[in-house]
């Protein structure tokens, strides 16, 4: 191995002095906030996946590290920064004469294509706009840039003038491919590119002609196109987790030695090229008779001093409700029913309250019937989530529909006959109330938003995402609209450079009249035209300034919306705060529990025969176990541990199709606190409020919102966010609706991001990232992935192909108040040794069928016919995390579910810790104390010592010698709570055996790591 690592060499000190040399001891980094560019920091001699651009001759070489692009000497050396944090760069090309180098840059929220001039250092933006304008290459005459846009839609290969201009698509308008790496032939007169991943395909400009130059096998893809200056073509294949450099489809590289980036390399003469491989910089010539090493050292910006962390793990003792989620107006604008503290409820304009139903079940989501007699909303209390029927007047519950795949957000035609539903794989249906029949009417979107009917119920319209591209999963979230007497259908966006906020309640609504949509963009209420056939027709108008989520609308014309907890009405002058509040559940009484063993987080063995005495929900005293004194709770032959932290999880991404199962899941499977990492801000806030006072089933809940994106958007839980003053509208909600955390997600612009700390950092709200750098020198709190999806399409942190790291990312994460998440989706190989989180009583108990069937699959592909490529990622994950905690980093545990398995993921997590190198102590530590310190809740959670909250599981084995016996789990305790696993289990027992058909896999890859 060289500067590539895996946790083996780099513990045993073997990789290239070059690597070790980048590493920082914990605590060397000097702490100021967003330091300025040049000043003391990190200094670096790896990084991953590093783009690089050559003079002839090699007389000016350009890199780009931790997106900023560094003026390297001939023969390498230290490197000098040319761009700053803000301007994130990549991708340089240098113009012929050595004196501009074009790049892109994300400065303003999407691509931008630049040129610096070397001379003078300065920047000229050469495109702007709301599309991506990527992987530039300049032409052999300097006059023109050949590169990747998004700008009419589809994925195009464009071209520009060196200065700018006016833009001409060369390929890809009529067609759904997705273009990377143009490259000008040194003729000048034609340009290679690889079409759909797996095609190197040939231009001539004058011409139009195109030819396939070659076509990689299935499931290889091809990047990293380049020219020689006399035409010789090199590139990158990858087969995961291999890749290689390739010349005429002969192999230039071995990948059992090295594994070079899927970028383009640099050519230094007509026969020696520079290229990036395992971290680092080589130089090698086309026959491969010599290869060498280019040392380079940058000093990236010191890290910043994140903000200290206030501790948010209980609400007050009684306050009021702010979790109200899928409020619905009565057909006459009087009423609001909504979902609030695990039940359903009606309030009227005054304010007075009263409940709906409440049955410890799932029920959510209601929709009026037109004569307000009735509501129709969802409920798991047969099990599947489907649709029932509340009777106003004799407060009578009717079940509507017995859908196998579930019925979810259900909307009543203005008419009364028909109610359509989405179903848990993102199909939509229509119910016909009078005859019960159900019917598809859509199918093949990812969690289409609320559906809103037209006055006449003759067409319906919802959110649904659209991708930029072929290229990219991000996008906005548009408004479809479908004819249901045609089938026909269209999309468009709700007003230009507009998302809806997300694919929930947040809109469109049809007003009551026909005559215009409303939606929630930038968080206000807006307001469309459109004619008949549903089609916006003019530019959408702020309805209301007021901080908006969740409309929805009334046949009488009234419109109503949620503003930092209070349901604001369009039309009327005062708000209505419903007269609800949560109470804190009741503690249990002082009790004793006698461990036969107890690990109490901090030490390294077990303590033996001990009395824990828990008083108001915390550890009062622990003392040797009094045999003469009987003791309340006797678990005298088991182990008594803390229970566990799940550092980011998605808790309503699938709430809905779970219902409240998935609270008792968590619980059964020992997670006695549960941090989102995103969510429906709302719906997480009322999850939240249920579990704190009881009326809801589950661990200690630290809620979060939206992530927050920005131009563009994938998830439906997440927020688009484009400005400094929409921005201010985010963090006003965050404090409002009192946040844990929360996540800056793959496309917010650093200066943005910067301005999320700031506004943060009194409050003590922690902020993550997917990124670790300019993430540790702007004051964000952690990393969220070892490495998660990112905007420029592949990682700054791990390897494409088998998914490696380099030291500069572990001297980052290690060097300061960072944490760094696990989330190991790709683990399923622990199933291989054991099937028992597969067929324990908790997963087939309480999985919805598809996901017992999805997890099944999972299961039995580890064991029969195990994938190469979750091995390699797997062990590369935790490679970079052992790596880190050796270093003195903070590797904390986190799932990602509902993108891993819910519940079991805990688990896998663990055992794939220790399968590849931690040992069970210190697995177990990161679902405890370091969890606990990176909640700002040391000597709080994470730990069994005087003063600590009772957070305990009772566990029937030894989990410091086998980390399989954690999910032996007898009982489980949060704040003293007892929870038995028997009583977690009950309700959904002795269910119908209900199959039906799976039309969406839930896969980790959108997250983190895309594969073909």
Known sequence: MDALISRRGFVQGGVAVAATAALIEPGALVTRAHAAAGGAGATVSTATNITLTTHPGGKVTIIDVGNVLWHLPARGGKARRLTDDVEDATWPSLTPNGRTVVFQSFR???????????????????????????????????????????????????????RGGERRVLVGSDDDWSYHSPRWHPDGKHVVFVADDIRIERLHIKTGTIETLRTVEEGHTVRGLSYSPSGALIYVVTNTPQAWLEHDGRRLTDPEDEEPAPLPAAWTSDTEFMYATNGEIRRRTLDGSQTSAVPFDVTLTAAAAPAVIAPRLDLEAHGAALGLTGAALSPDGTRICFRALNALWLTDRSGDTSKVTDDDYFNADPSWEPDGSAIIYTSDRSGIVNLWRHDLASRTDTQLTFEA????????????????????????????????????????????????????????????????????????????VLDLATSETFTRPFSAGLSIATRNHDGPVWA?????????????????????SGKITAKATVASDAIADGITGSTSGEVAFLSLGTFHLL?????????????????????????????????????????????DGTIADIRPADDAQAADVDASSYTV?????????????????WGNRQGRLWLSYGVTTSRSAGDLAYEAREIREAAHSGTGIGPRFLNNGEPLDGNRCSFGFMRCVTSDEQLDREIERILALGYSCVKSYQRLPVALERRLVDGLAAHGIPVMSHYVYPAVSSGLHGMEHTGGG????????????????????????????????????????VHADSRDLVDDERTRVLYPWWDYQRLQEKAEQASTEPDP?????????????????????????????????????????????????????????????????ALGASKLLGELTVGAHADMLIIDGDPLTDIADAARIRDVFVAGHRHRISDLLDPYRDRPDTTGGVALTMTAHTCCRRRK
Request: charged fraction near 20%; proline fraction near 4%; aromatic fraction near 6%.
């Open 108 to 162: 303003h929220g999407t691509y931008d294509l630049c040129a610096l001039d070397l001379r003078t250092d300065t920047v000229s933006r050469l495109t702007t706009g709301t599309e991506d304008d990527q992987d530039p290459h300049v032409s052999p005459n300097g006059k023109d840039i050949v590169f990747i846009s998004d700008a009419g839609g589809t994925s195009t290969v464009s071209r520009i003038g060196i």
């Open 405 to 480: 795949n579930g019925a979810l957000l259900p909307s009543v035609s203005p008419d009364g006959a028909s109610v359509v539903f989405h179903d848990e794989a993102g199909g939509t249906h229509r119910l016909d109330l009078a005859s019960g029949t159900v019917t598809e009417v859509l199918t093949g979107y990812d969690t289409p938003g609320k559906v809103t009917w037209s006055p006449d119920s003759t067409k319906i319209a919802m959110a649904v995402h659209q991708p930029a591209s072929s290229r990219t999963d991000s996008g906005l979230n548009e408004v479809l």
């Open 512 to 532: 009551a009249d026909g005559t215009e949509l409303f939606a929630v963009c930038e968080s206000r209420l807006h307001r469309a035209p459109i004619d008949q």
């Open 571 to 615: 039309n009327a002058s005062a708000g209505v705060r419903p007269s609800l509040d949560y109470q804190r559940q009741a503690r249990p009484e002082r009790f004793t529990l006698r461990a036969g063993k107890l690990w109490n987080g901090v030490d390294d063995d077990y303590q033996h025969n001990v009395d824990i005495t828990i008083e």
């Open 641 to 657: 541990m803390p229970g566990l932290i799940d550092m980011h999880n998605h808790w309503h991404m699938r709430g809905r199709a």
């Open 790 to 829: 990112n905007r420029l399409g592949y990682s700054r942190t791990l390897s494409a192909a088998e998914g490696l790291t380099s030291a500069d990312t572990v001297s980052l994460l290690s060097g300061g108040d960072f944490w760094v998440s696990s989330t190991l989706l790709f683990a399923a190989e």
């Open 869 to 933: 490529i979750n091995l390699a990622w797997t062990r590369g994950d935790v490679d970079l995390l052992r790596s880190v905690h050796e270093a003195g980093g903070l590797v904390v545990l986190g799932t990602d579910a509902p993108l891993d398995d819910l519940g079991v993921s805990i688990h896998t997590n663990l055992r794939a810790l220790v399968r590849h190198g931690f040992t069970p102590v210190d697995a177990l530590r990161t679902g405890t104390v370091n969890a606990a310190k």
